[in-house]
Nanobody, 121 residues
């Protein structure tokens, strides 16, 4: 299983970026996590393919949107109104995750390599 994340970069406060994660296989849930220097990995957003259900961390709700392309097995994270505190390495993840564990990184079996997002103030 391969997950290939892309789309990170440097952006100013208030700007936008779109991350992509292309997967070689589709699993029940695909998600994005992030890890800032010196901090633990934290949940950002998740997509349950069946039904198209989406889940967000409170810190990004209303600013970030997760979506998926069924034909390409690709998940996107549209990030708007970016803030310096969004600076982190963003990782995509996938797995046969049950609903109650959507926000737990330990529930995901497969991970991409990470893409760096830097938001300058």
């Amino acid at each position: 299983v391969q997950l290939q994340a892309s789309g990170g970069g440097l952006v100013q406060t208030g700007g936008s970026l779109r991350l992509s994660c292309a997967a070689s296989e589709r699993f029940r849930v695909h998600a994005w996590f992030r890890q800032a220097p010196g901090k633990e990995r934290e949940f950002v957003a998740a997509l349950k393919w069946s039904g198209g259900y989406t889940y967000y961390a409170n810190s990004v709700k209303g600013r970030f949107t997760i979506s998926g392309d069924n034909a390409k097995n690709t998940v996107y994270l549209q990030m708007n109104s970016l803030k310096p505190e969004d600076t982190a390495v963003y990782y995509c993840a996938a797995g046969q995750v049950i609903l109650s564990s959507t926000r737990d990184p330990r529930a995901y079996a497969y991970w991409g390599q990470g893409t760096l997002v830097t938001v300058s103030s």
